[in-house]
């Protein structure tokens, strides 16, 4: 079975500083890992995803995000938080099989203070 | 190019009633997955379907059922609603369901409150 822990349901930072919103998960088989973003009243958007290769992932918005097997952690971080930054993130795992079953965290909501 | 669009965009049910719920995925994508998003939570898998057929199901019950027409657009059916079944339903289109590298494009979603 698989399932993806999000440390922090709220996470607040100054405009300017780091970001880092944490990502562990639990899998049996590789997993594909991805971080979502989604903004008031709207649906989800892909920010980065890892599947194969190299572990250090760049995706839109200047985010990134590390899969790190040992500590099966796949944090995403930003060096300069922004105000359109606030928004709801998502982690989340699937399988590398047949089926394209998303399990989602349950979610860390971005404050930024200007 | 429209993205994935889903109808109605809010609606309010009764207790008991039924409701119907769709999605138009991306042009040329043929697999269509649905989740549902209770409000503070992570969206849970109910549904993919490719080509026209099943290919996966999550821990929803059977009052839960969809179905894919042969232009790749879904419904979502939901029977006897509950107040529990208030939530946030989201479409997924993808261009192969069999691949699970390839993204996943999510529609506004369906606001669906039961009263």
């Known amino acids: 079975a698989q399932s993806v822990t999000q440390l922090g349901s709220h996470v607040s930072v100054s405009e300017g500083a780091l970001v880092l919103l944490r990502c562990n998960y639990s899998?049996?088989?590789?997993?594909?890992l991805f971080w979502y973003v989604q903004y008031p009243n709207q649906g989800l958007q892909l920010l980065l995803k890892?599947?194969?290769?190299?572990?250090l992932v760049k995706g839109i918005n200047g985010f990134e995000a590390e899969f790190k097997k040992s500590e099966t952690s796949f944090h995403l971080t930003k060096p300069s938080a922004h105000m359109s930054d606030a928004a709801e993130y998502f982690c989340a795992v699937t399988r590398g099989d047949s089926s394209y079953k998303l399990i989602f965290g349950s979610g860390t909501r971005l404050l930024v203070r200007p | 190019d429209a993205g994935v669009t889903q109808s109605p965009t809010h609606l309010i049910k009764t207790r008991g009633q039924h409701v119907t719920l769709r999605c138009s995925p991306i042009s040329g994508h043929k697999s269509v997955s649905w989740y549902q998003q209770v409000l503070g939570q992570g969206p849970q898998f109910i549904f993919q379907y490719y080509e026209k057929e099943e290919r996966g199901r999550g821990n929803f019950p059977d009052r839960f059922s969809a179905r894919q027409f042969p232009n790749y657009s879904s419904e979502l059916n939901v029977n006897a609603l509950l107040l529990g079944d208030s939530a946030l339903y989201l479409c997924?289109?993808?261009?192969?369901?069999?691949?699970?590298?390839?993204?996943?494009?999510f529609g506004q979603g369906t606001r669906l409150t039961v009263v």
């Open positions: 899998s049996s088989v590789p997993p594909y």
């Open positions: 997924a289109s993808s261009l192969i369901g069999g691949e699970t590298n390839t993204e996943a494009f």
């Open positions: 890892y599947t194969t290769g190299a572990t």
